[in-house]
């Protein structure tokens, strides 16, 4: 989701006075632990409290705002950057800077249920990710599948 320089100060704005900011989701980049259509919650957390599995929200270099997963800490320049990824994407994003870094997904809405990430399936379903690369293969392939017949 691509945001202009106002509205992502706007963003910025709500957080900081609000502590969280609840977005909606879009895209496949997440499926099936994101839906699009779902209701995300992202608030406010220190850098040094985010840890492998977490799906934080960042604001790309090119000014788009994405909900990933936090796989590994990196070093670039002599400066740590997180090393994200969506859950059916087959590679990683662009590293992204700790000052990108915009929040941290604490629940879910969909369909009037709230899905907490700290929910064992939600755990359970985060290590299988990362532990085993072939599930974003898959769905990825999935969803490819099922969006070529619903063409």
């Known amino acids: 989701m691509q945001f202009h320089k106002e509205s992502f100060q706007l963003l910025t704005r709500v957080m900081a006075k609000r502590g969280w900011i609840e977005l909606p989701a879009r895209g496949t980049s ?17 850098t040094e409290r985010i840890k492998k599995g977490d ?3 960042f604001r790309t270099s090119n000014g788009n705002f994405v909900a990933h997963r936090f ?9 740590l950057h997180y090393l994200c990824k969506g859950d059916t994407n087959l590679a990683h994003d662009e590293v992204i800077a700790l000052d990108q870094v915009i929040g941290k997904l604490t629940w879910i809405e969909r369909n ?7 929910d064992l399936a939600a755990y359970v379903w985060g290590r299988v990710v990362l532990t085993f690369p072939l599930t974003s293969l898959l769905l990825r392939f999935y969803l490819n599948r099922r969006e070529s017949t619903q063409a």
């Open 30 to 46: 997440m499926y099936p632990f994101i839906k699009k259509g779902d209701i995300c919650r992202f608030v406010l957390t220190e």
């Open 55 to 57: 799906i934080i929200l």
């Open 112 to 118: 009037g249920r709230i899905i907490h990430v700290t």
């Open 71 to 79: 796989c590994r800490l990196v070093t670039r320049s002599q400066q």
